[in-house]
Nanobody, 127 residues
Framework: QVQLVESGGGLVQAGSSLRLSCAASGRSFSRLSMGWFRQTPGKERELAAAISISGSSTYYADSVKGRFTISRDDAKNTVYLEMSSLKPEDTAVYYC????????????????????WGQGTQVTVSS
């Protein structure tokens, strides 16, 4: 079992920055690949960014490339999502997710690849 708790969401203006954190417990964090998904009402939950075990590989959706940075601190069992130049279309509930499958050279990009999920944190970007 893995427990994930997100924090750092809030209401910000367009162009601002925000950092989300996700604290993990219950299983060896260093052996988990981690992802940040986001979802708006009526839409599918989409992967915004992901990071592999050890942080050697990352993935970003085209819509966030160059603006978002995912990182991990295995000593703190925490994954971060640094978001800059925020746009109103970034408004969503952001979910942290953990993938327990050891993937060599790849990162899970589908929702079904991730077995454990946090409760989500709301990010609202006003124009």
């Amino acid at each position: 079992q893995v427990q994930l708790v997100e924090s750092g969401g809030g209401l910000v203006q367009a162009g601002s920055s925000l950092r989300l954190s996700c604290a993990a417990s219950g299983r060896s964090f260093s052996r988990l690949s981690m992802g940040w998904f986001r979802q708006t009402p009526g839409k599918e939950r989409e992967l915004a960014a992901a990071i592999s075990i050890s942080g050697s590989s990352t993935y970003y959706a085209d819509s966030v490339k160059g603006r978002f940075t995912i990182s991990r601190d295995d000593a703190k069992n925490t994954v971060y999502l640094e978001m800059s130049s925020l746009k109103p279309e970034d408004t969503a509930v952001y979910y942290c997710a953990a993938d327990t499958t050891i993937r060599y050279g790849t990162i899970g990009s589908a929702r079904v690849d991730y077995e454990y999920w946090g409760q989500g944190t709301q990010v609202t970007v006003s124009s």
